[in-house]
C-alpha cells in the first residue's frame, strides 16, 4: 500500500479508547485520523489525549470529511443501525460494534446498505481476527480431539454498580446477551461451522438495571446433538474461557476473547493422557482485524467473517432473548 487507510471514529466509547485506537496506531495499514462527539469539547480531549489530528463536533461532519476512507462504530447499540447507514450512504467503509444491530432484521437493513453502497461493513468481533482461532479450527478438523461432543464458554464480568452505564438501559440495546454473550455464541457457530437449530436461554433480569438481562445461562442445540452451552453476565466475577469437548479429548482456551498479553492468548490440547501447551504467537488481535479490512478494501479480498454473518449471528441473539422472556425454547427457522 503507498499510504495508509484513514478511520474516523465516531464517537468516544472506552472500548475506542483503550483497544482500538491502539490498535489502529500499531498498524502498517492504517491510522486513525480523526474522531467525532457531539460535544465538541469531548471531542478535542480525546483527540489530543489519543494523538489523533482532528476532532469534529458532529458526526456529520467526521462523515463529511472526503479524507476519511473507514468509519468505526463504537456507539451504543441502538445507533447502530442509523449510522452504518448513514457512513454507507457518505460512501465510507464500516467497522461497527458487535452486536452488529438490535435485531436480525436490522443488520440486514445495513447489510443491504452497504451493499448497494460498494462499501465493506463488518462487526467487530476482535477475537476472531487472531491466529490461534484458525489453529483452534485446525486441531478439530485433524481429529486431534475426535468427534466434536460441545463447545462450553463463558463471558462475564461485574459493572452493575455503574448504574448510568450505556448497559443498563433497556431500549438502548443493553443486557449481557448483546454485550457479552454474543461472544461464545459466535464461536460456536464459527468452530462448528453451523447454525444452531433452537435455543433455551434462563437470564436473571434486574429492576435496578432497567429490566435488562444482568446475567443468562443458555443452551443452542446443533446439528448431530451437538451443543452449546454458555453463560454470560455484568454482575459476576470477570472471565471468559471457552473449551471444545471432543470424544477424544478437549482444547482449551483460558482467555476466549479478550487476548491482552501473550500468556492469554495460550491454548491447550488435553489429549492422549497429556495437556499440551499449544504456542500461538502475540498478536494485537484488534490490528490483526483492522489489517484484514484494510487488505479487503485496498485488494478486493473478500473478509474472512463477511457482514452476512453478523445477520446469522443476530438472528440467534433474537431467539436467546425470545427465550429468556418468554421461559421458554425457540426454534430457529432453517
Not at 52 to 78: K, Q, T
Not at 146 to 163: C, E, L, Q, W
Request: glycine residues 8%.
Amino acid at each position: 500500500m503507498s499510504k495508509k487507510l484513514k478511520w474516523g471514529i465516531l464517537g468516544c466509547a472506552g472500548i475506542a479508547k483503550g483497544a482500538v485506537i491502539p490498535g489502529l496506531q500499531l498498524s502498517e495499514l492504517n491510522e486513525a485520523a480523526a474522531i467525532a462527539s457531539r460535544d465538541g469539547d469531548k471531542a478535542k480531549r480525546t483527540a489530543e489525549e489519543m494523538q489523533i489530528p482532528v476532532a469534529y463536533d458532529s458526526y456529520e461532519a467526521l462523515l463529511a470529511d472526503p479524507s476519511i476512507d473507514v468509519i468505526y462504530i463504537p456507539l451504543p447499540n441502538h445507533l447502530h443501525k442509523e449510522w452504518a447507514i448513514r457512513a454507507a450512504e457518505a460512501g465510507k467503509h464500516i467497522l461497527c460494534e458487535k452486536p452488529l444491530a438490535l435485531t436480525e432484521s436490522e443488520a440486514a437493513e445495513m447489510v443491504e446498505a452497504a451493499d448497494k453502497a460498494g462499501v465493506l461493513l463488518a462487526e467487530a468481533f476482535m477475537y476472531r481476527y487472531h491466529p490461534r482461532y484458525q489453529t483452534i479450527k485446525d486441531l478439530i478438523a485433524s481429529g486431534a480431539i475426535g468427534d466434536v461432543r460441545g463447545i462450553s464458554g463463558a463471558f462475564t464480568f461485574n459493572n452493575a454498580k455503574d448504574a448510568a452505564n450505556v448497559r443498563y438501559r433497556k431500549e438502548w440495546g443493553g443486557g449481557s446477551i448483546y454485550d457479552v454473550g454474543c461472544y461464545p455464541i459466535s464461536a460456536a457457530r464459527l468452530l462448528l461451522g453451523k447454525e444452531p437449530e433452537a435455543v433455551t436461554v434462563n437470564a436473571q433480569f434486574s429492576p435496578e438495571h432497567d429490566d435488562v438481562d444482568m446475567m443468562a445461562s443458555g443452551l443452542l442445540e446443533f446439528e448431530g446433538n451437538v451443543s452449546l452451552t454458555f453463560d454470560c453476565g455484568m454482575w459476576s466475577a470477570f472471565r471468559n474461557p471457552l473449551e471444545v469437548l471432543g470424544s477424544d479429548g478437549i482444547i482449551e482456551i483460558p482467555s476466549a476473547f479478550v487476548t491482552p498479553s501473550q500468556e492469554s492468548g495460550t491454548i491447550y490440547l488435553n489429549a492422549n493422557g497429556e495437556r499440551k501447551e499449544i504456542e500461538v504467537p502475540y498478536v494485537n488481535a484488534y490490528t490483526a482485524q483492522a489489517d484484514h479490512i484494510a487488505r479487503s478494501i485496498t485488494e478486493g479480498t473478500p473478509l474472512p467473517f463477511p457482514a452476512s454473518d453478523a445477520i446469522l449471528n443476530m438472528r440467534v441473539i433474537d431467539a436467546c432473548l425470545l427465550s429468556a422472556r418468554e421461559r421458554t425454547r425457540v426454534v430457529l427457522k432453517p
